[in-house]
Structures are given as C-alpha cells and as structure tokens.
C-alpha cells in the first residue's frame, strides 16, 4: 500500500526557471510533510517540512505547498539552478517514528 | 560535528549467504532507522529503534533483523540472502522526536547479491 506516491519518475527544466515537483498520499492522518534530495552516491538530505495545519512555507529558493482536501503536496524550486538536477523524495510521518517516502523524481535542469 | 557514519559502503555477496551492516548515529541521536532503496520503490521503511529497543517495523520478511547497542550504534543483518535483496541500504539518526520527524542519514551501504 503506497501511502505516498510520486507519479513523475523524470521531470526536464530550463535554468532560471521554475520546477515543480508533485506529491500525492492517502493518509489523513500525517501530520509532516518533508522534502529530501539526493544526490548519486549520497544519502538523502533534508530540504524542507511543512505541518498539516499549514498551507505553505517557503525557504529561501523552496516553497512547499499543501493542499489537504486535494491530499496534494507540491514542491517548487525558484529560478532553478544546475545543482538542483537531484533525485527528490516526498515523505510524510504522523506520531510514529518512521518517514514514508514516495518512489522519487529525478530533476534535471538543463542549461 | 560528525554525520551518519554506515559501513561497509559496498559489498558483493552471493545468494544464501549472509550479511551485516553498521551503523553510527550522530552524537546524541538516540533513534536510529534502517531504509532499503532499489530502482522505482523509492526509500521502503526496514526499522527503526530507540534506546536499544525496535519501536517499528516495516513489512519486510524475518531475514531482516537490527538491533541497536547502549551506545546507540545500530546493526542490521540480512540472512539468507537472495538477488532481489540488491539495494542500497540506508541508515538515519533523529534526536528525540517532536515535530517533524526530521531524519539525517548516511550514504549508504550498496549491497549486490550474485
């Protein structure tokens, strides 16, 4: 049962421009949302979270948005740069110890 | 101060034999926890312990086992191992937990089985 899911595998985006990358999950109850990256031979990083009671929260060139009643989160890395081409993972926890992570999306950003 | 320290970082094995690998924590962490990473399945939750004690479990089968010592280093152990166990095992430490679960993880250990 894949609670979070990340349905685009690849995502292609100009530098300077804006990438968008999406989240679905099925669990009402998560009350964290978090973003990794992760770069080959590495493990993920953390990038940024938002609370369920949130809508938004904004970081810098990162902006997490949520959407409950859409159970939809989306990440958006503004203008985009060449050290964002990365694997990003969406994950959620509520109460319990343990992330659940969607399946990734490999971002390019070409020049 | 240091990261997440896991070893080995890569390891061949062959079908039905077995396999440890270690983690170190950041100083301080107590909670440690073990995810497996292959191609399309993204990160799939293994365990996840806390003063020496598995608090969860993912929906792995019993060849998958940890544990954790006082001083917060962990282990886990893969026995009888099988080709689809190739993958990239990583290792995360959190201090106590209170909001978002914010986890730091190792680089990995990549474990191929021939």
């Known amino acids: 049962d894949q609670q979070v899911k990340q349905n685009s595998p690849s995502l292609s985006v100009q530098e300077g421009r804006i990438s968008i990358l999406n989240c679905d999950y099925t669990n009402s109850m998560f009350d964290y949302f978090l973003w990794y990256k992760k770069y080959p031979a590495e493990g993920p990083t953390f990038l940024i979270s938002i609370s369920s009671i949130k809508d938004k929260n904004e970081d810098g060139r990162f902006t997490v948005f949520l959407n409950k009643s859409a159970k939809h989160l989306s990440l958006h890395i503004v203008p985009s740069q060449p050290g964002d081409s990365a694997v990003y993972f969406c994950?959620?926890?509520?109460?319990?110890?343990?992330?659940?992570f969607g399946q990734g999306t490999r971002l390019t950003i070409n020049p | 101060k240091a990261g997440v320290t896991q070893t080995p970082r890569y390891l061949i094995k062959t079908r039905g034999q077995q396999v440890t690998l270690s983690c170190s924590p950041i100083s301080g962490h107590r909670s440690v926890s073990w995810y497996q990473q292959t191609p399309g399945q993204g990160l799939q939750f293994l365990f996840e312990y806390f003063s020496e004690t598995q608090r969860n479990k993912g929906n792995f089968p019993g060849r998958f086992s940890g544990r954790q010592f006082s001083n917060s280093r962990s282990e886990m152990n893969v026995s009888t191992l099988e080709l689809g166990d190739s993958a990239l095992y990583l290792c995360?430490?959190?201090?106590?937990?209170?909001?978002?679960?914010?986890?730091?993880f190792g680089a990995g250990s990549r474990l191929t089985v021939l």
């Open positions: 995360a430490s959190s201090p106590q937990f209170s909001g978002a679960n914010v986890l730091t």
């Open positions: 994950a959620a926890n509520w109460g319990a110890q343990k992330l659940v």
